[in-house]
Nanobody
Framework: QVQLIESGGGLVQAGGSLTLSCENS????????MGWFRQAPGKEREFVAA????????YYADSVKGRFTISKDNAKNTVSLQMNSLKSEDTAVYYC??????????????????WGQGTQVTVSS
């Protein structure tokens, strides 16, 4: 089974940086795609970034492109999200997601069958 454990959320000032990490602690299967979604209060859940096991680079939502970087460690079954130049509108609960399929450019939440519990990121202005 796939079990996702997130870490690294917290409070940061606007313009600052934060790194989120996610480990697939379930050792039965290795996820072929891992990524992040987020949900702000009163808003719909939205795609942030994802990366497939076979890819060298990830893909991003336009709202975070150039500021966020997703990376992975296939041997450790982990994915990280480096967030720079944070804005107040980045405040949200961030969810690590994973799927056994290889997704390239897929941003639909329903395509990711495994979700973590979420970690809060708050950016103060």
């Amino acid at each position: 089974q796939v079990q996702l454990i997130e870490s690294g959320g917290g409070l940061v000032q606007a313009g600052g940086s934060l790194t989120l990490s996610c480990e697939n602690s379930g050792h039965t299967f290795s996820a072929n795609t891992m990524g992040w979604f987020r949900q702000a209060p009163g808003k719909e859940r939205e795609f942030v970034a994802a990366i497939s096991r076979s890819a060298d680079t990830g893909y991003y939502a336009d709202s975070v492109k150039g500021r966020f970087t997703i990376s992975k460690d296939n041997a450790k079954n982990t994915v990280s999200l480096q967030m720079n130049s944070l804005k107040s509108e980045d405040t949200a609960v961030y969810y690590c997601v994973a799927d056994l399929g290889s997704h390239f450019g897929v941003t639909v939440a329903a395509a990711f069958h495994f979700w973590g519990q979420g970690t809060q990121v708050t950016v103060s202005s």
